[in-house]
């Protein structure tokens, strides 16, 4: 559901020009801002190259049947149709690879480290800190606004490629490989990317959210996603820790302070503050965590994860309230 409110977000705003969540053409990055830069160029050659090839051949047909005319007719298209546009192409291609450079840039060294696994079908974000401490989230990143970051991408299973139109380039993300990619916002906001590389069943349930904020709060996040996970007060919330534990749901779900370090899906130690659940899947709220639960498979074909269905609604209703809970 959220998903699909997203996306119509993004065609509504491109008709009336509200800022996009993910637009290649309104960058809010510097890496953004240069891709853009690009786009009038390459429009432009595209264009000439367009008029040059049509020309000629408006020229060749009209003097096709004069015999006289020939030999200058096959040096036109020769010399313009074969010379002229591999030189602009050549152009084109020596001004878009001169991005290149600055666009894999990884910013200064001493900061936290950004690790992205795209996974079937979600993406695990680990920050490492300069301390030594870690920690991990899932479909989501923090950014402060104005400081370039480091993104270090890796896949454990297919090849998959992280798309973040509006604060950067796409690049693949391939098994075996690390590939890099630097970040720099230059506007606060929740961005959106997804998968652009076809994975498998539920490639498009991959999306993930960027959210960039200024320096203090992006600090105040960091110090809060390294803390634990707050033990539930309430006595529903109680029930659906206890249930969590009863289910093995910690046989594939790390939650820090408490019993559970799977490692297979996503750590749900700050779940409940995220953006959405389950690479936008669902939204994240009570009702969200819910219907996760009782659908899995049928919201996410494919899924690694099994459904609860034999949950009874209660039941699913204690664990939805404590996931929620946290924050
Ligand atoms: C066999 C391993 C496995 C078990 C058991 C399992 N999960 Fe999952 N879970 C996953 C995987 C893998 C994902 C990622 C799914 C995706 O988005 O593609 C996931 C996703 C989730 C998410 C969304 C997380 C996010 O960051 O968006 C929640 C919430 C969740 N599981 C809760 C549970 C609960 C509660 C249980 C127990 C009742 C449970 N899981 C049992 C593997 C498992
Ligand atoms: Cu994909």
Request: overall charge neutral; proline content about 6%.
């Amino acid at each position: 559901m959220e998903r699909l409110g997203a996306h119509g977000e993004a065609s509504l705003a491109f008709a009336v020009q509200i800022p996009s969540p993910q637009s290649a053409l309104e960058p809010a990055g510097r890496d953004a801002e240069r891709i853009a830069s690009l786009f009038p160029i390459l429009f432009g050659g595209g264009a000439a190259i367009w008029l040059v090839v049509m020309g000629l051949t408006v020229y060749a047909v009209v003097l096709r049947d004069r015999r006289h005319q020939r030999d200058r007719t096959r040096r036109w298209v020769v010399g313009g149709g074969a010379f002229a546009t591999t030189a602009l192409l050549g152009l084109l291609l020596v001004r878009g690879l001169s991005a290149m450079p600055e666009l894999l840039d990884p910013g200064a060294p001493g900061g936290p480290k950004i690790r992205v696994s795209g996974e079937q079908w979600w993406w695990r974000v680990r920050y490492e800190l300069p301390d030594g401490a870690s920690f991990e989230l899932a479909n989501e990143l923090w950014l402060p606004r104005g400081r370039r970051m480091p993104l270090l991408l890796e896949s454990p299973d297919v090849i998959h490629s992280f798309w973040l139109p509006s604060l950067g380039g796409k690049i693949d993300v391939i098994p075996g490989r690390v590939n890099r990619l630097g970040l720099e916002p230059t506007r606060t906001g929740t961005f959106t990317g997804v998968c652009a590389e076809y994975c498998g069943l539920s490639h498009a349930r991959m999306l993930f959210h960027v959210v960039v904020v200024e320096p203090p709060a992006f600090e105040a996040w960091l110090a809060a996603q390294r803390a634990d996970a707050r033990a539930p007060a309430a006595v529903l919330a109680q029930r659906g820790h206890l249930l969590f534990q009863q289910h093995g749901c910690g046989a594939c779900h790390a939650v820090r302070g408490t019993a559970a370090r799977g490692a297979v899906g996503p750590d749900l130690t700050h779940v409940g503050g995220r953006v959405s659940v389950a690479a936008g899947t669902v939204a994240n709220d009570v009702a969200g965590f819910e219907e996760w639960l009782a659908r899995t498979e049928a919201l996410k074909p494919g899924v690694h994860m099994p459904s609860f269905h034999m949950l009874s609604s209660e039941e699913r209703n204690a664990l939805a309230t404590w996931l929620d809970g946290l924050q």
